[in-house]
Structure formats: C-alpha cells, structure tokens
C-alpha cells in the first residue's frame, strides 16, 4: 500500500509564497506519474500541474509561471513551489501518484490565501 503524506500548506497573504511537500512511502521513480491537484469549496478538483518519471512536466494555465514541481528522488518527494499567491488559490491541495494500474492519493493539505 502506497502513503503519500502532504505537508507545507497554511494561510499566506497574496503575493506571497508557500512550497507544499509530498512524501511517498516508495520511490517516486516507481510511479509513471506524480501530481498536484487541488479543490476549492463548492469546485471539482483540478488538475495543478503533473510530473512523469522522465521529468517531462504539464502546468495549468492558471498557475503558469507562479508554481513550480520539483522532486527530491532520495527523499522520495515531490514539491510544489507556489508564489505570488492569489485568493483564488485558495483549496485544498492534494498529492496523486500514478502506476499502470493505480492512483493513489494524499489526505490533502489547505492552503488559504487572504486578500
């Protein structure tokens, strides 16, 4: 059974930066995929931005340029730098690692931006 525990997030006035961390029970090279997604009250969840095995990222347009994935292969973690906080940021961010055959999911960490 994978564990995928999220850590980092909190209330951040805008402009300003948090960098949530996901740490995997495995290696994340086993996973094909890792991600950050997140869902704001009363929305579906989307999709924030994903990283394959390979490093090949894919970023939602609304967060272009503000956030930024990285991973830490010895620390088997993946983190999401967020700066320039808006209040539309504001969600709850959760952490999804992917194999052939399954998704795993993180218990989500809140991340609230104040105007």
């Known amino acids: 059974q994978v564990q995928l525990v999220e850590s980092g997030g909190g209330l951040v006035q805008a402009g300003g930066s948090l960098r949530l961390s996901c740490a995997a029970s495995?290696?994340?090279?086993?996973?094909?995929?890792m991600a950050w997604y997140r869902q704001a009250p009363g929305k579906e969840r989307e999709m924030v931005v994903v990283?394959?095995?390979?490093?090949?990222?894919n970023y939602a347009i609304s967060v272009k340029g503000r956030f930024t994935i990285s991973r830490d292969n010895a620390k088997n973690t993946v983190y999401l730098q967020m700066n320039s906080l808006k209040p539309e940021d504001t969600a709850v961010y959760y952490c999804?690692?992917?194999?052939?055959?399954?998704?795993?999911w993180g218990q989500g960490t809140q991340v609230t931006v104040s105007s």
């Open positions: 495995r290696s994340i090279f086993s996973f094909a995929t």
């Open positions: 999804r690692a992917t194999t052939e055959r399954y998704n795993y």
């Open positions: 990283i394959t095995s390979g490093g090949g990222t």
